[in-house]
């Protein structure tokens, strides 16, 4: 298994670009997360989904999109990137809920900067 | 979720015990007790759970008060490659993993 996958693993965006940060994990997870991670802090839940076609927010959702198509793929869509939106990308994935969603799986990450 | 309170940062000797300790004054019934840590460059992994008694695995150990009021992760040898951020988190059993609230965690630092 590959895991979960993140790509790209850097992207430097000027102000105002779109783009989506592509997340994929291979074990079937219902549950899948996007965080993010400033400089020096813990990880913020920006957008979750506990199957396709069912996504809610996190604790920062605004200037970001999410769409659940597939159990595999969860993208997140930057509408127009602002500078205070570098940060490092983290999507994360897990089992349904209950004694057996203990253990979430995090991708390697996307460094984000946006000038 | 319930929060946590974790010391900003701790300092060990390589090959020496660490206990890391979590306080969760507010902890409901229904919330386990999750650790898990952040290697530098790295997405967090996962290293324990727990929720009323202490548990063991390969990479450490977990104590709860009687209370569950607080807890204590326990690295019984800590190597280098232990030095990684920790993060204590409760969740409750209802919700799944991936709406976990992470805390800034502690900053373990090894020194050989």
């Known amino acids: 298994n590959a895991g979960v996958t993140q790509t790209p693993k850097f992207q430097v965006l000027k102000t105002g670009q779109s783009m989506t940060l592509q997340c994929a994990q291979d074990?079937?997870?219902?549950?899948m997360s996007w965080y993010r991670q400033d400089p020096g802090m813990g990880l913020r839940l920006i957008h979750y989904s506990v199957g396709a076609g069912i996504t809610d927010q996190g604790e920062v959702p605004n200037g970001y999109n999410v769409s659940r198509s597939t159990t595999e793929d969860f993208p997140l869509r930057l509408l127009s990137a602002a500078p205070s939106q570098t940060s490092v990308y983290f999507c994360?994935?897990?089992?349904?809920?209950?004694?057996?969603?203990?253990?979430?799986?995090f991708g390697p990450g996307t460094r984000l900067t946006v000038t | 979720d319930a929060k946590t309170t974790q010391p900003n940062s701790m300092e060990s000797n390589e090959e020496e015990p660490v206990h890391l300790p979590c306080n969760h004054s507010?902890?409901?019934?229904?919330?386990?007790i999750h650790w898990y840590r952040q290697l530098p460059s790295q997405g967090p992994e996962y290293v324990i759970h727990?929720?009323?008694s202490n548990v063991n695995n390969r990479m450490a150990s977990l104590a709860i008060a009687e209370d569950r009021k607080s807890s204590t992760l326990i690295l019984h040898r800590a190597t280098l490659r232990d030095a990684a951020v920790y993060y204590c988190i409760l969740r409750d059993v209802r919700t799944n993993a991936g709406k976990s609230t992470f805390g800034d965690g502690t900053t373990l630092t090894v020194k050989p």
């Open positions: 994360a994935s897990s089992y349904g809920r209950g004694i057996f969603s203990y253990e979430q799986y």
């Open positions: 074990m079937n997870h219902e549950y």
């Open positions: 507010t902890i409901s019934g229904t919330d386990y």
């Open positions: 727990g929720l009323t």
